[in-house]
């Protein structure tokens, strides 16, 4: 024991520090707290970062440009942020003479203490997960193009994928966009309307500024000065492609396909045009290795929209560089030899029909086109100007005055404003737990879809979905919740990761605890997860761990609720395999009750019996309860779907119930507070007695192998059978013929509810639980809390079940009744 008790404590102390020395992500969160805490910010300082500090380009380069030339701003200190400062040599030699403007390397402590000093914070991305703006600093993310892919929650697949754009999106205090179709990706795409509580500033992008006011000879002269090859008396064209890949660590492929394709247009093409590429950020490195490049490849720092000045004919696919390019009114291209898989992947915004130029597949094709240019462009006329109207109809040059005087000086201008997106709604946050397959996440699920959205605006907050288990409950939720992650490491001192995992393992119940209670970091840690966003309610709907509900109860909210799915105190208690998997965290979830305005049992008997549990931990008054919705066009869809049994089942078991047999089914997770080994021996003895019963248990859990054995065991392997998890079980439900819960205690048993709803027999357990949802035998047999009563309420069905026949279940009435019972939730008190 006190070897264990050693190894434990050992492990307290030396885990931070060692991720701290060893793991960078660690350090830079650790560090960066501190710098967020004791740094001043300078009013007179601007940071920029472009593409994880790949360069000085874009909105960001537009608008340092801007400010350092006019003799306004000339008291202003610029940094720039560089990953590869060798890489960097020219373009920090080009302001050495420029006192005012400084580098710093990504991820140095410069860096660091640059970003959490600086008056204004520029990216034209995403920073770092561990970034969050201090009260008073001013982040402005600029974003980089007009959308043709589908962005944020419009991509097929993990919705997890823009956690943390969704969550710099929350921290920025402007958004710039240059179109309405930029201003709906921000709004629906990334679901900010009813929650975003900065300003899009919708007037034009400072990028394009840099197309329409930059000199095409300047721009000719710089490109010949870096090697590039170009003939003044041929027109140039300029191939650039976007990035399609997925893994910014193996770009090889992506890169030899794009070489492939320009040495064809190069080679078919003759001698009659200049050619140049210039490629994604991310496949810049591979393609400079290539000597036949030499004279073509625009190199990485060479900003996209000077170079536009200089190009007659753009080449492209999914890239936003082509709505930039309109202000030129020159032709486009539209080389899409993916068109077909990439649609289908990844999406676009716009049918191919509607883009202001021809779209071609096959690169010979676009070779073709080139001598009838002229001819093409006018057959595209039409499109183009309609292009024009739809995505550049601000730029006249001066969209980067207007953003400077609106945020600097806050003269509006003609700037339109979308300012803080409210509905009108109220906002609720919720943390659902793990969203595996067990019945908080169904009940959870079914509270999202019978909602009223019209009234709320929810936020579904969790952890990143690691499983199609999760992805595919995900895909259940509600269409109208948004989907926020936690990325990245929490933004804490080292100390405060001392402290943090203090409470995580004791709570805060003593003076000791209290007092080292990191009140600070978690409202800091709160401020980097949600950004500007406040909350009417937020829910702890899980209510099974201190670690989640920390990240709520920061929020400066009407009511923080948390939900009470079970009798808690003997789930902390629950033993499996001579552990017991939850005391820890419902230990410490229970010293920040009395932080909670409502703690939320699922049913009436289940609050009274909590309530009397667990007092010495919060007032009477914040006990309160709130019936579990359910779902029952679900419950009887699949039988209108799909009639023949087999499909219903989707293959997913092979076991059919047997006319001539007589099926007891129980639902539920096999562990130990389900009472499925009592059921097991108790239907041994009514199998003895009637050999054509059968006993089926849908489910899965840890106590699987130890069930089985015990089937095994007794030789009634022919008669029961565990069934594992089913995605839709109430087909199988519905050729059943008595439903059994052999639970020791529930909170408001899912399972009960949607056998009640498909009209079931029903045995269960005479608990707190049971019998408020059978309301005291009205839905139901209720049976004594053992073996034999389990036993005699099976024998009873079967020996006189005609006898034993329930109320028919108002499902309509009571879902009523259960929503009433959550809104009056959040109205009362």
């Given at each position: 024991?006190?070897?264990?008790?050693?190894?434990?404590?050992?492990?307290?102390?030396?885990?931070?520090?060692?991720?701290?020395?060893?793991?960078?992500?660690?350090r830079l969160a650790c560090q960066y707290a501190g710098y967020y805490?004791?740094?001043?910010?300078?009013?007179?300082?601007?940071?920029?970062?472009?593409?994880?500090?790949?360069?000085?380009?874009?909105?960001?380069?537009?608008?340092?440009?801007?400010?350092?030339?006019?003799?306004?701003?000339?008291?202003?200190?610029?940094?720039?942020?560089?990953?590869?400062?060798?890489?960097?040599?020219?373009?920090?030699?080009?302001?050495?003479?420029?006192?005012?403007?400084?580098?710093?390397?990504?991820?140095?402590?410069?860096?660091?203490?640059?970003?959490?000093?600086?008056?204004?914070?520029?990216?034209?991305?995403?920073?770092?997960?561990?970034?969050?703006?201090?009260?008073?600093?001013?982040?402005?993310?600029?974003?980089?193009?007009?959308?043709?892919?589908?962005?944020?929650?419009?991509?097929?697949?993990?919705?997890?994928?823009?956690?943390?754009?969704?969550?710099?999106?929350?921290?920025?205090?402007?958004?710039?966009?240059?179109?309405?179709?930029?201003?709906?990706?921000?709004?629906?795409?990334?679901?900010?309307?009813?929650?975003?509580?900065?300003?899009?500033?919708?007037?034009?992008?400072?990028?394009?500024?840099?197309?329409?006011?930059?000199?095409?000879?300047?721009?000719?002269?710089?490109?010949?000065?870096?090697?590039?090859?170009?003939?003044?008396?041929?027109?140039?064209?300029?191939?650039?492609?976007?990035?399609?890949?997925?893994?910014?660590?193996?770009?090889?492929?992506?890169?030899?396909?794009?070489?492939?394709?320009?040495?064809?247009?190069?080679?078919?093409?003759?001698?009659?045009?200049?050619?140049?590429?210039?490629?994604?950020?991310?496949?810049?490195?591979?393609?400079?290795?290539?000597?036949?490049?030499?004279?073509?490849?625009?190199?990485?720092?060479?900003?996209?929209?000077?170079?536009?000045?200089?190009?007659?004919?753009?080449?492209?696919?999914?890239?936003?560089?082509?709505?930039?390019?309109?202000?030129?009114?020159?032709?486009?291209?539209?080389?899409?030899?993916?068109?077909?898989?990439?649609?289908?992947?990844?999406?676009?915004?716009?049918?191919?029909?509607?883009?202001?130029?021809?779209?071609?597949?096959?690169?010979?094709?676009?070779?073709?086109?080139?001598?009838?240019?002229?001819?093409?462009?006018?057959?595209?006329?039409?499109?183009?100007?309609a292009a024009k109207q739809a995505f550049v109809l601000y730029e006249?040059?001066?969209?980067?005055?207007?953003?400077?005087?609106?945020?600097?000086?806050?003269?509006?201008?003609?700037?339109?404003?979308?300012?803080?997106?409210?509905?009108?709604?109220?906002?609720?946050?919720?943390?659902?737990?793990?969203?595996?397959?067990?019945?908080?996440?169904?009940?959870?699920?079914?509270?999202?879809?019978?909602?009223?959205?019209?009234?709320?605006?929810?936020?579904?907050?969790?952890?990143?979905?690691?499983?199609?288990?999760?992805?595919?409950?995900?895909?259940?939720?509600?269409?109208?919740?948004?989907?926020?992650?936690?990325?990245?490491?929490?933004?804490?001192?080292?100390?405060?990761?001392?402290?943090?995992?203090?409470?995580?393992?004791?709570?805060?119940?003593?003076?000791?605890?209290?007092?080292?209670?990191?009140?600070?970091?978690?409202?800091?840690?709160?401020?980097?997860?949600?950004?500007?966003?406040?909350?009417?309610?937020?829910?702890?709907?899980?209510?099974?761990?201190?670690?989640?509900?920390?990240?709520?109860?920061?929020?400066?909210?009407?009511?923080?609720?948390?939900?009470?799915?079970?009798?808690?105190?003997?789930?902390?208690?629950?033993?499996?395999?001579?552990?017991?998997?939850?005391?820890?965290?419902?230990?410490?979830?229970?010293?920040?009750?009395?932080?909670?305005?409502?703690?939320?049992?699922?049913?009436?008997?289940?609050?009274?019996?909590?309530?009397?549990?667990?007092?010495?931990?919060?007032?009477?008054?914040?006990?309160?309860?709130?019936?579990?919705?359910?779902?029952?066009?679900?419950?009887?869809?699949?039988?209108?779907?799909?009639?023949?049994?087999?499909?219903?089942?989707?293959?997913?078991?092979?076991?059919?119930?047997?006319?001539?047999?007589?099926?007891?089914?129980?639902?539920?997770?096999?562990?130990?507070?389900?009472?499925?080994?009592?059921?097991?021996?108790?239907?041994?003895?009514?199998?003895?007695?009637?050999?054509?019963?059968?006993?089926?248990?849908?489910?899965?859990?840890?106590?699987?192998?130890?069930?089985?054995?015990?089937?095994?065991?007794?030789?009634?392997?022919?008669?029961?059978?565990?069934?594992?998890?089913?995605?839709?079980?109430?087909?199988?439900?519905?050729?059943?013929?008595?439903?059994?819960?052999?639970?020791?205690?529930?909170?408001?048993?899912?399972?009960?509810?949607?056998?009640?709803?498909?009209?079931?027999?029903?045995?269960?357990?005479?608990?707190?639980?049971?019998?408020?949802?059978?309301?005291?035998?009205?839905?139901?047999?209720?049976?004594e809390n053992s073996i034999n009563g389990l036993e005699k309420g099976?024998?009873?069905?079967?020996?006189?079940?005609?006898?034993?026949?329930?109320?028919?279940?108002?499902?309509?009435?009571?879902?009523?009744?259960?929503?009433?019972?959550?809104?009056?939730?959040?109205?009362?008190?």
């Amino acid at each position: 024991m006190k070897k264990k008790i050693f190894k434990k404590g050992a492990k307290f102390l030396v885990q931070p520090i060692g991720r701290y020395l060893l793991k960078e992500n660690h350090r830079l969160a650790c560090q960066y707290a501190g710098y967020y805490e004791r740094l001043g910010i300078n009013k007179r300082v601007i940071f920029y970062e472009c593409r994880d500090g790949a360069g000085i380009t874009d909105n960001p380069y537009a608008i340092f440009k801007y400010l350092l030339d006019h003799p306004d701003y000339q008291d202003f200190i610029h940094i720039w942020s560089f990953s590869d400062f060798a890489a960097a040599g020219p373009v920090i030699a080009k302001y050495r003479n420029r006192p005012n403007v400084k580098f710093v390397r990504r991820n140095s402590k410069s860096y660091l203490k640059a970003l959490a000093s600086s008056g204004y914070l520029i990216n034209n991305a995403t920073f770092q997960s561990f970034f969050s703006p201090k009260p008073g600093q001013i982040y402005i993310n600029t974003w980089h193009g007009t959308p043709l892919k589908r962005m944020g929650f419009d991509i097929p697949g993990n919705p997890a994928h823009s956690q943390n754009v969704v969550r710099n999106f929350l921290s920025a205090d402007y958004l710039l966009s240059p179109n309405p179709h930029t201003t709906k990706m921000y709004t629906d795409s990334y679901k900010l309307k009813g929650l975003y509580g900065g300003r899009i500033l919708e007037t034009g992008y400072p990028r394009i500024d840099l197309t329409i006011r930059t000199e095409a000879r300047k721009v000719r002269e710089e490109l010949g000065s870096l090697g590039l090859k170009l003939d003044p008396e041929k027109k140039t064209v300029l191939y650039a492609p976007t990035w399609k890949g997925e893994d910014v660590s193996h770009v090889e492929n992506d890169a030899e396909k794009i070489m492939e394709d320009f040495f064809v247009l190069v080679r078919e093409a003759g001698d009659a045009y200049n050619f140049l590429l210039k490629v994604h950020p991310y496949l810049y490195g591979e393609s400079a290795k290539l000597p036949a490049l030499r004279n073509r490849l625009v190199p990485d720092s060479f900003d996209t929209n000077e170079l536009l000045v200089g190009v007659d004919v753009l080449v492209t696919d999914y890239s936003s560089i082509f709505f930039d390019f309109l202000v030129t009114n020159r032709p486009i291209l539209f080389y899409v030899p993916d068109a077909e898989r990439y649609k289908e992947e990844r999406g676009c915004y716009f049918k191919f029909e509607e883009l202001p130029g021809p779209v071609f597949s096959h690169v010979r094709d676009v070779v073709k086109t080139l001598p009838q240019i002229g001819d093409l462009q006018e057959q595209y006329r039409e499109r183009y100007e309609a292009a024009k109207q739809a995505f550049v109809l601000y730029e006249d040059g001066n969209a980067t005055e207007r953003i400077i005087r609106f945020i600097f000086h806050g003269e509006t201008g003609d700037v339109k404003v979308l300012d803080h997106l409210n509905t009108g709604k109220e906002k609720i946050l919720i943390y659902p737990g793990g969203l595996k397959d067990n019945g908080i996440t169904s009940s959870f699920i079914n509270l999202m879809n019978n909602l009223d959205h019209s009234r709320y605006d929810v936020s579904c907050f969790s952890g990143y979905p690691r499983s199609q288990e999760v992805l595919k409950n995900i895909a259940k939720i509600h269409p109208a919740v948004r989907l926020l992650f936690k990325p990245g490491l929490p933004l804490y001192t080292l100390p405060e990761v001392y402290r943090d995992k203090w409470i995580h393992h004791f709570g805060k119940r003593g003076r000791l605890e209290q007092k080292l209670y990191p009140h600070r970091a978690y409202k800091r840690e709160h401020r980097r997860l949600f950004g500007r966003t406040a909350f009417d309610y937020v829910i702890d709907f899980s209510g099974y761990s201190l670690y989640w509900a920390k990240h709520l109860l920061p929020a400066e909210a009407k009511k923080k609720i948390c939900f009470m799915h079970n009798d808690l105190l003997s789930e902390s208690r629950k033993t499996i395999n001579g552990k017991m998997p939850h005391y820890i965290n419902l230990r410490g979830l229970f010293t920040v009750y009395n932080d909670f305005d409502k703690l939320v049992s699922v049913s009436k008997g289940t609050m009274e019996l909590n309530r009397e549990r667990l007092s010495k931990y919060a007032p009477m008054e914040k006990f309160y309860y709130v019936m579990n919705s359910i779902q029952p066009e679900r419950i009887f869809k699949m039988e209108e779907k799909r009639p023949q049994y087999q499909m219903e089942m989707g293959g997913e078991i092979t076991f059919i119930p047997e006319k001539d047999r007589y099926h007891f089914v129980n639902m539920g997770r096999l562990s130990p507070e389900k009472g499925q080994d009592r059921l097991i021996r108790a239907f041994a003895n009514v199998y003895a007695k009637h050999p054509v019963s059968r006993l089926l248990i849908l489910g899965q859990g840890p106590l699987k192998e130890e069930l089985q054995s015990l089937i095994d065991s007794l030789g009634i392997g022919d008669a029961v059978f565990l069934l594992g998890q089913i995605e839709h079980p109430f087909p199988l439900l519905r050729r059943c013929d008595c439903f059994v819960l052999s639970s020791h205690y529930e909170g408001q048993p899912m399972v009960l509810l949607e056998a009640m709803t498909l009209g079931m027999k029903i045995i269960a357990t005479d608990i707190v639980a049971n019998r408020t949802v059978l309301e005291g035998g009205k839905y139901g047999l209720l049976v004594e809390n053992s073996i034999n009563g389990l036993e005699k309420g099976m024998l009873a069905v079967l020996e006189r079940g005609g006898e034993l026949a329930s109320e028919p279940f108002d499902y309509r009435r009571y879902n009523k009744l259960a929503m009433e019972t959550f809104y009056n939730c959040l109205r009362e008190g």
